[in-house]
């Protein structure tokens, strides 16, 4: 009887802790660049009530089930026009390179709501995420630079130069300035 128990209690306790991740996941449908989460299962414990042996299998009864992972879904979402030229979007694999102005540490991020920020001291315009951390790219051109064999350490804020009065950016992410 006791294992029984166990079997369902595992059971209702894994799925709690899957209707916990469906409830993050919905609680953030708005937030730009969330990606959701997929739970997988596992059979938590066997009782071998016989072994294998040469012809013949063995019996195994499962006494309960445990979460196996969590694993976020970097698939691409759904891309909407917005009319804003700082909003981007990837399509594919990949990431948006941002980093934090003060601390100079890097982040990966697929959420694209970028804004324009002059900064008061240089008077330097960068593109920046709602958390305040800059763009990162390759600066150079024309010709384009030669983006093979390039790391994190090779980043750099964008910067636009002053007097911008339009920028556009290309389908290869190359930021055009006017």
Same mark, same amino acid.
């Given at each position: 009887?006791?294992?029984?128990?166990?079997?369902?209690?595992? #059971?209702?306790?894994?799925? &709690?802790?899957?209707?916990?991740?469906?409830? *993050?996941?919905?609680? *953030?449908? *708005?937030?730009?660049?969330?990606?959701?989460? @997929?739970?997988?299962?596992?059979?938590?414990?066997?009782? /071998?009530?016989?072994?294998? %042996?040469?012809?013949?299998?063995?019996?195994?009864? #499962?006494?309960?089930?445990?979460? #196996? &992972?969590? %694993?976020?879904?970097? !698939?691409?979402?759904?891309?909407?026009?917005?009319?804003?030229? !700082?909003?981007?979007?990837?399509?594919?694999? #990949?990431?948006?390179?941002?980093?934090?102005?003060?601390? +100079?540490?890097?982040?990966? !991020?697929?959420? +694209?709501?970028?804004?324009?920020?002059? @900064?008061?001291? $240089?008077? &330097?315009?960068?593109?920046? $995420?709602?958390?305040?951390?800059?763009? &990162? +790219? =390759?600066?150079? +051109?024309?010709? %384009?630079?030669?983006? /093979?064999?390039?790391? !994190?350490?090779?980043? $750099?804020?964008? =910067?636009?130069?002053?007097?911008?009065? @339009?920028?556009?950016?290309?389908?290869?992410?190359?930021?055009?300035?006017?």
């Amino acid at each position: 009887m006791l294992p029984s128990m166990y079997s369902g209690v595992s #059971g209702l306790m894994t799925h &709690q802790q899957r209707m916990n991740v469906i409830g *993050n996941d919905i609680a *953030n449908v *708005n937030t730009v660049g969330f990606k959701q989460s @997929d739970v997988t299962f596992k059979e938590a414990y066997v009782n /071998t009530l016989r072994s294998p %042996a040469p012809g013949t299998p063995g019996q195994q009864v #499962g006494l309960g089930v445990q979460m #196996g &992972q969590i %694993a976020r879904d970097f !698939s691409g979402g759904a891309m909407m026009q917005t009319g804003t030229a !700082s909003n981007l979007a990837i399509s594919g694999n #990949g990431f948006f390179m941002v980093a934090d102005s003060s601390s +100079g540490q890097q982040y990966y !991020s697929r959420a +694209g709501d970028f804004v324009l920020d002059v @900064d008061a001291t $240089t008077n &330097q315009t960068y593109l920046v $995420t709602s958390e305040g951390r800059r763009l &990162q +790219g =390759v600066m150079g +051109g024309p010709p %384009a630079p030669n983006l /093979t064999g390039l790391t !994190s350490a090779d980043m $750099t804020d964008i =910067v636009l130069p002053a007097n911008t009065t @339009d920028y556009s950016i290309g389908l290869d992410g190359t930021l055009y300035v006017s």
